[in-house]
T-cell receptor, first 114, second 122 residues
């Protein structure tokens, strides 16, 4: 499996601020880029996903920005709330979407301070 | 739907013992995945099945690990013999591939994770 590099490893943001998590990938065959959110003691759950035919995808306060030429994508959380405190994983997969196994980043532990 | 069900939720065993983790996927899903999560290595795909057939087991760390899916509603991951370095949280996930156009395509490939089994090998 090709690597997906995620940064930062941990992030502290004040309530109402913008949280930004970055990922970079190597395999140009990747065509599906989801972000998963994981709360303590739970399994990861899909938050938002994007395909490389668009540069941005927005759902509520969550936005994915995608830069195909740089092979990078990022998650922006606007107006961050304490309930957003969780571990976030970026991921990627080859054609077939998430039907094939996902290659995950190492995760970012996000803390939103009230 | 109850979601993906895993058992046991916690398992503590001694080195050398056999460990069996169990998973019941969401009804109607035709893909099943086993992942391992550790602090050092993050989330790693171990193996996945499509229609009960193993498709890719390249992530299985060594011969001590084996996985089976005897039917569409049940899968096991077995470690024999277990070692302390196998201590991790093991997740099972399932998904349904729907070939369709439009935005719904993404949602149809979502992987649904179970709550995980926390394995500790002493």
């Amino acid at each position: 499996q090709q690597q997906v590099k995620q940064s930062p490893q941990s992030l502290i943001v004040q309530k109402g601020g913008i949280s930004i998590i970055n990922c970079a990938y190597e395999n140009t065959a990747f065509d599906y880029f989801p972000w998963y959110q994981q709360f303590p003691g739970k399994g990861p759950a899909l938050l938002i996903a994007i395909r490389p035919d668009v540069s941005e995808k927005k759902e509520g306060r969550f936005t994915i920005s995608f830069n195909k030429s740089a092979k990078q994508f990022s998650l922006h959380i606007m107006d961050s709330q304490p309930g957003d405190s969780a571990t976030y994983f970026c991921a990627a997969s080859i054609p077939g979407g998430g039907a094939d196994g996902l290659t995950f980043g190492k995760g970012t532990h996000l803390i939103i301070q009230p | 739907d109850a979601g993906v069900i895993q058992s046991p939720r916690h398992e503590v065993t001694e080195m050398g013992q056999e460990v069996t983790l169990r998973c019941k996927p969401i009804s109607g899903h035709d893909y099943l995945f086993w992942y391992r999560q550790t602090m050092m290595r993050g989330l790693e795909l171990l193996i996945y099945f499509n229609n009960n057939v193993p498709i890719d087991d390249s992530g299985m760390p060594e011969d001590r690990f084996s996985a089976k899916m005897p039917n569409a509603s049940f899968s096991t991951l077995k470690i024999q013999p277990s070692e302390p370095r196998d201590s991790a949280v093991y997740f099972c996930a399932s998904s349904f591939l729907s070939i369709s156009s439009g935005r719904a395509w993404l949602l149809d490939n979502e992987q649904f994770f179970g709550p995980g089994t926390r394995l500790t090998v002493l």
